[in-house]
Structure formats: C-alpha cells, structure tokens
C-alpha cells in the first residue's frame, strides 16, 4: 500500500519476458584420461541422458556412475560397446607392435586374456607375457595370432 492512498501498489502486466539460462553444473572433466573421462565428456557435448548411456551400453547407473569418477574401470565385456558408442577405442595402444595388436583385438572384441588364450590354446600367463612383452611367442604362434586378429 502506498501511503495515503487506499488502493494497493500494482505492478502493470508486461508482455516481456526476460529468462537467463542456468549455468551448467555438470563440470566437464579436465583432462580426459579414463574410460569415464571419455564417455562423461561424450555425454555431455552430445547432451545424451545418463538413461540413454546406461541403455546403450547396458549397464546400470551406479556403474556409469562409478566409471565416470573413476571409482573403478569398466570390464572388458563392455569395451565393445564402448568403442561402439564413442567412436574410438578409449586407450592408448600402441597397434604397431605385437603385444599392442594383441591387446586391442582382446578389447574391441570383449575378451579377458583368460578367453583370448582359449582361442590359441594356451594358458592365460603366456597372453600376459605377451601383451607386457616380457615374451613373444614362437613364430608358428604369431602367424596364429595374426591369423586371428587381422
């Protein structure tokens, strides 16, 4: 009320309309290091929904989650889809050498050294040594794995 007046203070109705945007709460990570760096920073230039990721990638929330700060690493099983979804392998790996040829057929395809090693019968401990390149295998093994992989 203003005084000495009995009609109350009305503002007039106005046709504009101002609106700020919010500012974006969802820090971008800052470097991209990690798997979850990776995806985090897809998600959101992409601005896809976390239910969208988890859909795609079948996982639930709490492991993208995780995966996203770095809590834990994603298994092997869901590297495929990975890839798949952002484009890219994720890592680093040097595919120039035989150990590095090795690794990332293992992770485009899903398959723990133990799986890897069932395809060229042979134990999980010599894949090991293979990727570490603290062995290489024989050469009748290598056209093998070559065989494989390429």
Not at 2 to 17: D, K
Not at 77 to 103: N, Q, R
Request: charged residues 20%; aromatic residues 10%.
């Amino acid at each position: 009320m203003v005084p000495g007046c009995s009609t109350p203070l009305a503002i007039p109705f106005s046709e504009l309309t101002i609106s700020v945007p919010l500012p974006d709460k969802r820090p971008f990570p800052e470097s991209v290091q990690t798997i979850g760096d990776h995806l985090k920073t897809y998600r959101l230039v992409n601005n896809i929904l976390i239910k969208d990721i988890i859909t795609q990638l079948g996982i639930d929330r709490e492991t993208l989650r995780g995966w996203e700060l770095g809590l834990f690493e994603p298994f092997v099983k869901h590297y495929p889809a990975i890839i798949k979804l952002l484009g890219y392998p994720p890592f680093t790996i040097d595919d120039t050498v035989l150990s590095g040829k090795i690794k990332l057929y293992r992770y485009c395809n899903g398959l723990t050294q133990r799986q890897f090693a069932s395809l060229l019968n042979t134990d999980v401990a010599t894949v090991w040594q293979w990727e570490t390149k603290n062995r290489m295998p024989l050469p009748e093994t290598q056209k093998k794995i070559l065989a494989l992989i390429e």
